[in-house]
């Protein structure tokens, strides 16, 4: 790991430890599963034992008479609370279940072992109704309804979400009539779990006013605050508030960009009982009750000219978005980006449609859409290039994104590296004497690239994000930040940028756990956002804190400084001042602040001329009746629009991340295996901020696409998941990963970045199907169409052949 140390900065760049590093690599990092509170209770909850049914009884009476059980909830006994984006889930399901995870009653009780035990003693009756579990089937005249109504009450006819999202720019028509060359294809992904390695959970407990704390595994407090503090209303308790904490996570993956039933059923059994109550899934309900990454069926079509120029492009989706609405039902905004805007065609349209299943629903992970319309897009890429018989990679550099470019969507594209990034994976793929050269050896070379949001993702009215400092008597720098982190780095990132633009040691800055008691109003950590926005609220506040600790020096820093010769000259006698006005410096507003000490430009090279930060700060405070201590807060807006998803049309976001990844594999035909040989991985991320932080997120996503490719896939029969383990879900490990990965970094400094940083979370998953699928077809000539490609998938791909 090469460090990178840009001119003129200190920090920014180079390899700074992690501040969580120490606490989780000792075992002292406090999860949820480690939280507890006197007297609390442990909850667990009831799930339904059928993917569509009619509840006809509950009978909780031997559940109640359990001795250690403390409460006993359902529907009946509970107010109506109803969660969601379209707020179709209700917490507590009354009279119909339509998936298996649906919540249907809860227990606190003294210990888990109690509360498990009691849940079995729960007896539902149910009715089995009829059910749908395919998209396509669920749109289709005559399915079963998972809903008879929508949230309002209206008699819903389809299965179809009323939300649309669909862009079209152009002249299609006449993109196909300028088309020398045409293909299309029709492919898929599956349902795949985010695989935190920390559980969910929660702890709510209440005070004596009605107010309510959460300790949860959130992405998005403020937002949650806002759902917590409605369902307070609905209990009863209006005016009261949900003061959200978030602990240290296990991952999110985008787990926590939703509220949960279950952290609504430990406000309402903590109201009940009068005790803090804990819930924590099971690593089987973690697999089974939480929300998965949606599945996808796209069809794509496009064309290119004789050169090789796209001529139009013609994208539908179809998503199947379980029994409710999450924010995952917003995938298609993202999904929108790519399809309208990497490689710009000016003839383009683009669609997609979401189907209500008795599957489970599901929600955001990584990426948000994108992993799935790269997919397609770029394998389809790939089959053109082959019709037109132009190379692929300078099929992509014939149509590729550039710098300062508003593409048919309304992206306004600032800095754009995919060329580079193009060029760069060529090389690193040996592509001019590889690609097309080694079907003889059942090998093959293929690329695939990526646009994706980098500067924010405005799908909510504010996107931005706070920071407070507050400077303390010794030096230290205490943040509070409204961002959460996550595993992805996002605290060494805000250390390094506000070390250096504050001009502090690393180690005098202290980032406080994240608490909507305490911390300025955030968006919520998605997107690929958080440092993105977390680290220009930090400059901004670095910029206030600067203004008021000068201002401070401009009358405290000359009386310091004789104090300090005067010390001086007790331990060298004779010594004389030099002729340097520091008064006058002072007046001229001439000081620097670096490495938490403070001088003065210009001013000669003497220990007592300058002055380390906490001992001007207790001069501040202590100076009697004028005492002052200093504390700055600043908010970040950044400059993106909140889209018109009927039109399309929209800058989501503040700047844009482009990369390329590329992969050489051999595929055994005997046994239909896979073995990726090399990755490389590309990325134009503005400006590194954190080299070691930045290689954890590319490397680790690139782990997880390479899970997409190749191995993840919910397995489920009529709604009920089949491998809901460690054991059965198959994720990547090290032994999968046991090939050479090339990272670089293109550096494009950004204008709106912090430093010039773009944000890079998600992007490192996005292309990494695709471009393994084109190798794929470089090795034996078969296109597959649906992911993961398995053994079996890529042995009746081969037989197909002949």
Same mark, same amino acid.
């Given at each position: 790991m090469a460090e990178r140390r840009p001119e003129g900065l200190r920090h920014i760049g180079q390899v700074l430890a992690r501040p969580d590093a120490a606490d989780k690599a000792s075992g002292r990092a406090a999860y949820i599963q480690d939280l507890s509170r006197p007297g609390m209770l442990y909850g667990k909850l009831k799930f339904s034992e059928h993917a569509h049914a009619r509840i006809v009884r509950i009978d909780t009476s031997r559940a109640e008479r359990l001795p250690g059980v403390r409460a006993v909830l359902t529907a009946e006994n509970t107010p109506e609370i109803r969660i969601g984006f379209l707020r179709d889930n209700y917490v507590l399901k009354k009279g119909r279940v339509r998936q298996f995870r649906d919540e249907v009653a809860a227990v606190a009780a003294i210990d888990p072992e109690i509360a498990a035990e009691a849940v079995e003693l729960i007896d539902v009756e149910y009715e089995p109704l009829p059910a749908v579990f395919c998209p396509r089937e669920a749109l289709a005249e005559g399915a079963p309804l998972v809903h008879e109504t929508d949230p309002s009450g209206k008699p819903r006819?389809?299965?179809?979400?009323?939300?649309?999202?669909?862009?079209?720019?152009?002249?299609?028509?006449?993109?196909?009539r300028a088309a020398r060359?045409?293909?299309?294809?029709?492919?898929?992904?599956?349902?795949?779990?985010?695989?935190?390695?920390?559980?969910?959970?929660?702890?709510?407990?209440?005070?004596?006013?009605?107010?309510?704390?959460?300790?949860?595994?959130?992405?998005?407090?403020?937002?949650?605050?806002?759902?917590?503090?409605?369902a307070l209303e609905l209990m009863g308790l209006p005016g009261r508030n949900a003061r959200?904490?978030?602990?240290?996570?296990?991952?999110?993956?985008?787990?926590?960009?939703?509220?949960?039933?279950?952290?609504?059923?430990?406000?309402?059994?903590?109201?009940r009982t009068g005790k803090p109550v804990k819930i924590v899934y099971t690593r089987e309900e973690e697999?089974?009750?939480?929300?998965?990454?949606?599945?996808?069926?796209?069809?794509?079509?496009?064309?290119?000219?004789?050169?090789?120029?796209?001529?139009?492009?013609?994208?539908?989706?179809?998503?199947?978005n379980g029994a409710y609405t999450s924010w995952g039902a917003t995938y298609p905004?993202?999904?929108?980006?790519?399809?309208?805007?990497?490689?710009?065609?000016?003839?383009?349209?683009?669609?997609?449609?979401?189907?209500?299943?008795?599957?489970?629903?599901?929600?955001a992970m990584r990426g948000?859409?994108?992993?799935?319309?790269?997919?397609?897009?770029?394998?389809?890429?790939?089959?053109?290039?082959?019709?037109?018989?132009?190379?692929?990679?300078?099929?992509?550099?014939?149509?590729?994104?550039?710098?300062?470019?508003?593409?048919?969507?309304?992206?306004?594209?600032?800095?754009?590296?995919?060329?580079?990034?193009?060029?760069?994976?060529?090389?690193?793929?040996?592509?001019?004497?590889k690609r097309g050269q080694q079907r003889g050896k059942r090998r093959g070379v293929g690329l695939a690239a990526l646009l994706h949001v980098g500067g924010s993702g405005r799908i909510y009215r504010s996107d931005g994000g706070g920071v407070i400092l507050k400077l303390d008597d010794y030096g230290n720098v205490n943040v509070n930040c409204g961002g959460v982190e996550m595993g992805q780095g996002l605290h060494a990132a805000l250390t390094a940028t506000i070390a250096e633009e504050l001009g502090v040691l690393p180690e005098r800055v202290h980032i406080n756990p994240t608490d909507t008691g305490t911390c300025p109003w955030d968006a919520g950590t998605h997107a690929s956002r958080g440092a993105f926005i977390a680290c220009n609220a930090a400059i901004r506040a670095c910029a206030k804190a600067k203004e008021k600790i000068?201002?401070?020096?401009?009358?405290?820093?000359?009386?310091?400084?004789?104090?300090?010769? &005067? *010390?001086?000259?007790?331990?060298?006698?004779?010594?004389?001042? /030099?002729? #340097?006005?520091?008064?006058?410096?002072?007046? @001229?507003?001439?000081?620097?602040?670096?490495?938490?000490?403070?001088?003065?430009?210009?001013?000669?090279?003497?220990?007592?001329?300058?002055?380390?930060?906490?001992?001007?700060?207790?001069?501040?405070?202590?100076?009697?009746?004028?005492?002052?201590?200093?504390?700055?807060?600043?908010?970040?807006?950044?400059?993106?629009?909140l889209p018109d998803w009927h039109k399309g049309y929209g800058n989501m976001s503040a700047t844009y991340a482009f990369g390329v990844q590329g992969a050489e594999v051999e595929v055994d035909e005997e046994t239909g295996e896979v073995k990726v040989l090399k990755m490389v991985s590309i990325h134009d991320v503005g400006?590194?901020?954190?080299?070691?932080?930045?290689?954890?997120?590319?490397?680790?996503?690139?782990?997880?696409?390479?899970?997409?490719?190749?191995? &993840? *896939?919910?397995?489920?029969?009529?709604?009920?998941?089949?491998? /809901?383990? #460690?054991?059965?879900?198959?994720?990547?490990? @090290?032994?999968?990963?046991?090939?050479?990965?090339?990272?670089?970094?293109?550096?494009?400094?950004?204008?709106?970045?912090?430093?010039?940083?773009?944000?890079?979370?998600?992007?490192?998953?996005?292309?990494?199907?695709?471009?393994?699928?084109?190798?794929?077809?470089?090795?034996v000539g078969v296109r597959l169409h649906d992911l993961p490609m398995t053994p079996e998938r890529v042995l009746a791909a081969l037989k197909a052949r002949g």
């Open positions: 006819r389809s299965n179809r979400l009323a939300l649309e999202y669909q862009h079209t720019s152009g002249d299609l028509a006449a993109g196909e060359h045409i293909v299309e294809g029709q492919y898929s992904t599956p349902v795949i779990q985010q695989s935190c390695m920390g559980p969910a959970g929660c702890i709510a407990e209440f005070d004596a006013r009605g107010n309510v704390t959460l300790w949860a595994k959130t992405q998005i407090p403020f937002l949650a605050q806002r759902d917590f503090n409605r959200v904490i978030v602990p240290a996570l296990g991952g999110g993956f985008g787990t926590g960009l939703d509220t949960h039933v279950y952290e609504y059923v430990a406000m309402l059994l903590a109201h697999f089974a009750c939480l929300s998965p990454r949606q599945s996808s069926q796209v069809r794509v079509v496009q064309g290119c000219d004789s050169e090789g120029k796209l001529t139009f492009r013609r994208i539908e989706a179809l998503l199947d905004t993202v999904m929108m980006l790519p399809a309208t805007s990497l490689y710009p065609v000016a003839n383009v349209h683009f669609e997609a449609q979401l189907a209500y299943t008795n599957n489970t629903y599901c929600q948000y859409g994108n992993p799935e319309v790269a997919w397609p897009l770029e394998s389809n890429l790939d089959d053109l290039a082959h019709a037109a018989g132009i190379d692929p990679l300078e099929l992509r550099l014939k149509n590729c994104n550039e710098p300062n470019a508003l593409t048919p969507m309304g992206l306004q594209i600032t800095t754009c590296a995919l060329r580079e990034c193009l060029e760069s994976a060529g090389r690193r793929l040996d592509w001019k004497a000068f201002s401070a020096a401009r009358e405290l820093f000359p009386e310091e400084v004789r104090r300090s010769f &005067e *010390q001086h000259r007790k331990k060298h006698p004779g010594a004389e001042a /030099p002729a #340097f006005d520091v008064q006058a410096a002072a007046e @001229a507003g001439r000081f620097v602040l670096r490495d938490s000490v403070l001088a003065l430009e210009g001013a000669p090279d003497e220990p007592w001329l300058s002055l380390e930060l906490g001992r001007l700060l207790r001069a501040l405070h202590f100076r009697g009746q004028q005492g002052e201590m200093i504390a700055v807060e600043a908010f970040y807006e950044p400059k993106s629009e400006r590194v901020l954190n080299p070691q932080t930045l290689d954890g997120q590319v490397y680790g996503g690139l782990a997880q696409g390479i899970g997409y490719a190749l191995y &993840e *896939q919910v397995q489920s029969r009529a709604g009920r998941m089949l491998n /809901p383990s #460690f054991t059965d879900y198959k994720i990547v490990t @090290a032994n999968e990963m046991a090939f050479p990965v090339e990272v670089e970094y293109v550096e494009t400094h950004d204008p709106e970045g912090p430093f010039g940083a773009k944000g890079i979370g998600e992007p490192g998953l996005v292309p990494t199907a695709p471009a393994i699928g084109n190798a794929v077809f470089d090795a």
